[in-house]
């Protein structure tokens, strides 16, 4: 469904250059919830960004249903745009308006009609669960809530992929569950195709079928989610590993060795 080949991103800036992504090749079939985690500066959100061209790669290509989109403008961009829902660590709402009117939003720049894009937002409220807080201002929710906003908003346009940029990384565990749950709903229920992106082994293991772990702008493994973290092969991941138990590589390989001698 969404295929990047050879992908690289180099930033440009007045005090020389970044090079954020680095011949990425990843491909990501329909029905994935396709994880990709690394560290800060990593190049996750960069990666993502390039997928609905928020980003244009410097080199390489964005596939998307074997279609070559990278070089899309205008029209067949903001087509492209509206089927892919995005959701941020921010939440991103209006601030200015109520909660049934940030998800009415995407449907008024489509110019649909006002009774039919309201009876579409209340229903995705319903399906988040926040039906209740239709004419309520985010300033009012709490950031699960908010989230679960975004999550209609993206929602609005039928989109077949959604994007989650490190969507519940500033939400509390019990309320970063809920809202895994939610996505991993909406990706069965609905078959939304979903990146999502996340420096958290928790969060990549609740939802993702495959990982893609990138360090330094590059993928340093792809698999199974079980597999990469079970087995790992990249010292990339190891170190994500070792980081997420509070250990250094060292220690974390030493006590893996224990463990595998006594199993
Ligand atoms: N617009 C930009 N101009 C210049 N450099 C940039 C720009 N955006 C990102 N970078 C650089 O590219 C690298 C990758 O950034 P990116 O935002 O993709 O990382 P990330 O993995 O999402 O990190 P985080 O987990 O902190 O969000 C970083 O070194 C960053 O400073
Ligand atoms: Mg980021």
Same mark, same amino acid.
């Given at each position: ?7 690289? !991103? ?40 390039? +997928? ?98 975004? +999550? ?35 990706? !069965? ?75």
């Amino acid at each position: 469904m969404i295929n990047l080949t050879n992908l690289s !991103k180099t930033y440009f800036g007045r005090f020389g250059s970044h090079e954020a992504l680095r011949d990425v090749n990843l491909h990501v079939e329909r029905g994935d919830v396709f994880g990709i985690i690394g560290q800060s500066g990593a190049g996750k959100s960069t990666l993502v960004r390039c +997928i609905n061209l928020l980003e244009r790669p410097t080199e390489g290509s964005v596939i998307i249903d074997g279609k070559d989109v990278t070089a899309y403008r205008g029209k067949e961009l903001s087509q492209l745009r509206e089927s892919i829902g995005m959701i941020f660590q921010n939440f991103s709402l209006f601030q200015q308006r109520t909660v049934l009117r940030n998800v009415t939003f995407p449907l008024e720049l489509r110019r649909e009609d006002k009774t039919a894009a309201e009876k579409r937002a209340l229903e995705l409220l319903e399906l988040v669960g926040l039906a209740d807080k239709a004419a309520s201002y985010p300033s009012q929710l709490s950031g699960g809530q908010q989230q679960r906003v975004a +999550i209609a908003r993206a929602l609005a346009n039928n989109p077949e992929i959604m994007l989650c940029d490190e969507a519940t990384s500033a939400l509390d565990t019990m309320t970063t569950h809920a809202i895994l749950d939610l996505l991993r709903d909406i990706n !069965k229920e609905l078959g939304v195709t979903m990146v999502v992106i996340t420096h958290s082994l928790s969060v990549a293991k609740q939802i993702c079928n495959k990982v893609a772990v990138i360090e330094g702008g590059a993928i340093a493994e792809v698999g199974a989610t079980d597999e990469v973290f079970g087995n790992p092969q990249s010292d990339a991941t190891r170190r994500l590993i070792a980081a997420d138990s509070g250990l250094s590589v060292e220690e974390f390989e030493a006590a893996r060795a224990a463990t595998s001698k006594e199993a």
